[in-house]
Structure formats: C-alpha cells, structure tokens
T-cell receptor, first 115, second 113 residues
C-alpha cells in the first residue's frame, strides 16, 4: 500500500510569509508525528497526534507554529511569519495503533527554505 | 534528561569493508531501541528493533547488538555496499507511558568504491 506522503517536497518562501505543509499518513495509523531536521542535527520533535486525543504540542518552538489533523487522517503544519531559522526539512511519521515504541513510518519530508 | 549519543559522527569506508556504529543512551525506563537508515533526501526507515531481553538482531548484512546493563548498542554492517551510504539513526523509546522517542543525531556513513 501507499506510504506516508508529504507535500510539497520543496518550499521556498520569503521571510515573514506563512507556509502550510501537508502530511498524508498511512491509512489506519492512529499516531502521527511531526519532526524538524536541521542540517547536521538530529530529529527534533514538534507535535504528536493520537486518535481523537488532544495533541501533544510540547515540541513546538514558538506560537508561530501550529498543526491540526482533520478526521484523524491528514495533518497540516502551519508556520506563520516564517523566519530564516525555520529553514529545515520537516518530516512527518505515522504509527499503527498499539503499544508505545511501534515503528514510525516516515514520509520523504518537505524541505523549507526561508529567504 | 533522556539522551542518545552516537559515534562516530561520520565514517568513510571502502566498499566491501565492515564497520560498526555506536549508540549510548540514558533513556529510562527503557522500552526498545531501533536503528533507522536515512538515505539522502528520504525519510528514515527502520532496520532493526530490540527490546530489553534481546541482545542481538540481524537484518541481512546489518546486525544490531544491545547491552541493556551498560545502555549501549551497536550496528555492524558487513561487506558494505555503495548503497549503504546513508545516515544511521539510533532511536530509543521509553516505557511508562511516554510516546515520544529520543533520537540520536546519527552517523553519516560514506562507502567509496
């Protein structure tokens, strides 16, 4: 079946603009994660969705970042008033329902460049 | 604070040679440890998973080991191929209801012909 997909694959924007990044998880996966990967750095957790529960937003770096997940499936990460330090690869991952530590299936990422 | 440290940061080897990547963690309580492979421009893909009771797990030419007492893991790659060039990421999940794993920064492996 289809894996996790993300769009766009690349996004170049000007400082101060808003951007929306989209993630389509694997069908049936209840858990969805957003991560940020800066050059030479490890994956930085941003936000976690699990079913209909309230999301864990503890990793969002500022109030310019927000995310939603509609109907328990597609998720959108929004960055308002982008800054140059927001430039990074944004990865989405989904996991099947069940116990903690299930394999995360990652999308190819969206490379965001803020000029 | 939960941490995962990987070494070396980068490694260059010749095709056909073996190599071993290291991972030390302080995640507690421990649930499981995964090694992921991330090709350039792609998302990470899981290679192996190990729980507390397992001390070795193989996936083709990849063999992972786990010493839960010393909180160390290694990933051994045998007879390396050019396609093994990638970043290898150690990821540790905690028990006790935590659902956010801790990621290492990865080891960048380059295999030269």
């Amino acid at each position: 079946g289809a894996g996790v997909s993300q769009s766009p694959s690349n996004k170049v924007t000007e400082k101060g603009k808003d951007v929306e990044l989209r993630c389509d998880p694997i069908s049936g996966h209840t858990a969805l994660y957003w991560y940020r990967q800066s050059l030479g750095q490890g994956l930085e957790f941003l936000i976690y969705f699990q079913g209909n529960s309230a999301p864990d937003k503890s990793g969002l770096p500022s109030d310019r970042f927000s995310a939603e997940r509609t109907g328990g499936s597609v998720s959108t990460l929004t960055i308002q008033r982008t800054q140059q330090e927001d430039s990074a690869v944004y990865l989405c991952a989904s996991s099947p329902p069940g116990q903690v530590g299930h394999e995360q299936f990652f999308g190819p990422g969206t490379r965001l460049t803020v000029l | 604070k939960n941490q995962v440290e990987q070494s070396p940061q980068s490694l260059i080897i010749l095709e056909g040679k073996n190599c071993t990547l290291q991972c030390n963690y302080t995640v507690s309580p421990f649930s499981n440890l995964r090694w992921y492979k991330q090709d350039t421009g792609r998302g990470p893909v899981s290679l192996t998973i190990m729980t507390f009771s397992e001390n070795t797990k193989s996936n083709g030419r990849y063999t992972a080991t786990l010493d839960a007492d010393t909180k160390q893991s290694s990933l051994h790659i045998t007879a390396s191929q050019l396609s093994d060039s990638a970043s290898y990421i150690c990821v540790v999940s905690a028990g006790g209801g935590s659902y956010i794993p801790t990621f290492g920064r990865g080891t960048s492996l380059i295999v030269h012909p």
